[in-house]
């Protein structure tokens, strides 16, 4: 057994270039058995070997510590999104060719927008209504009342098309949110109609809302950094103490308690304030740039970040120390946990 264990700490120690990160590397097999995950792949350098030499959607299966590919179309893949009620579950990907939708937990796959929608770059699904849909294009939102059968634009208020973004308010799903490439914009009547936020920076890279306190936003920017309301979008703050760079990356902790933000070469910063003030709590100084964060809802303690083309890193201690965790070459868009 000590044998097996010291090959594969040797391993992993081969994996991150021969160096310790930050605290030094975990014992892949110490790791107490976990939980199941999956990973969005948008593209791929090339420097991974197998099945895994593609994009699409990945899973790491209970107690594994490698990731499957589930579904390789062979196109660019930017987001996930799943509705579920009762024994009712669809999967949905944001794809460079639409959305697919699974009805069968991803053993298959079909799409279900239109020519007019082309690249979806992310799908918010309301919790009443499994025919309620609102994607975020390049060419603006769109909505389906009908489960993807009819799509149609909502651009009513925005003076920009190119749409990364689209969240529904946990509090009220007829309020939703898109982060476009000139401000975020809100909704009151379901996307009908929109109005500017006045962030006070453009192309808004990824936006959040505080789990609890929904009054609470938070934006990452392409150059500006981070920045965070406490009053619904009537003021903006910058967050404290974070380089003026590409944000990619936000997300919380289920409690609400710590916040979470990286971006191009900044490292894995941290909040205590909500967004207000921010700490660095990881450098990795070897990664180009983080472009999504997990925390895994029950164990505020387990962090996963996504990179752009260095696959996926994980901490069990709060981001105290931290190992490779696979899909090697990989830009990693979205990390999700499957019970």
Request: charge should be neutral; include cysteine.
């Amino acid at each position: 057994m000590e044998t097996t264990r010291s090959v594969i700490l040797f391993a992993a120690t081969l994996l991150l270039g021969g160096t310790s990160i930050s605290g030094g590397l975990i014992e892949l097999a110490s790791l107490p058995k976990q939980e199941g995950f999956y990973a969005v792949v948008f593209l791929n350098r090339g420097q991974v070997t197998g099945n895994t030499r593609t994009v699409g959607l990945f899973k790491r299966a209970p107690g594994d510590t490698t990731w499957a590919n589930q579904y390789q179309p062979g196109l660019l893949t930017f987001g996930m999104g799943k509705w579920q009620k009762g024994a009712t579950l669809r999967r949905y990907l944001c794809m460079g060719n639409g959305l697919h939708r699974s009805d069968d937990d991803g053993r298959s796959w079909r799409v279900v927008t239109d020519w007019h929608t082309e690249e979806v770059l992310s799908v918010a699904l309301d919790p009443r209504d499994s025919a309620l849909l609102y994607i975020g294009t390049p060419f603006g939102v769109f909505k389906s009342t009908d489960d993807g059968t009819h799509w149609t634009k909502k651009m009513q208020g925005m003076k920009k098309w190119f749409v990364k973004n689209v969240l529904l308010d946990h509090a009220n799903p007829d309020i939703l949110y898109a982060g476009a490439e000139d401000d975020l914009y809100r909704s009151t009547d379901r996307g009908e109609h929109w109005t500017p936020l006045h962030v006070g920076a453009q192309y808004i890279e990824v936006v959040i809302q505080h789990p609890f306190d929904v009054q609470r936003l938070l934006v990452g920017t392409e150059d500006d950094a981070v920045r965070v309301t406490t009053n619904g979008g009537r003021t903006w703050k910058a967050g404290i103490g974070l380089p003026k760079t590409a944000f990619y990356g936000l997300c919380s902790s289920s409690d609400g308690r710590t916040m979470y933000c990286g971006g191009y070469k900044t490292g894995l910063w941290k909040s205590l304030d909500g967004g207000l003030s921010w700490s660095l709590l990881w450098p990795a100084s070897d990664i180009e740039a983080i472009f999504t964060i997990f925390v895994h809802p029950e164990d505020p303690l387990h962090l996963m970040v996504g990179t752009s083309g260095q696959g996926i890193y994980e901490s069990l201690d709060g981001g105290i120390s931290w190992l490779y965790a696979g899909l090697r070459g990989c830009h990693v868009k979205q990390i999700a946990f499957y019970p």
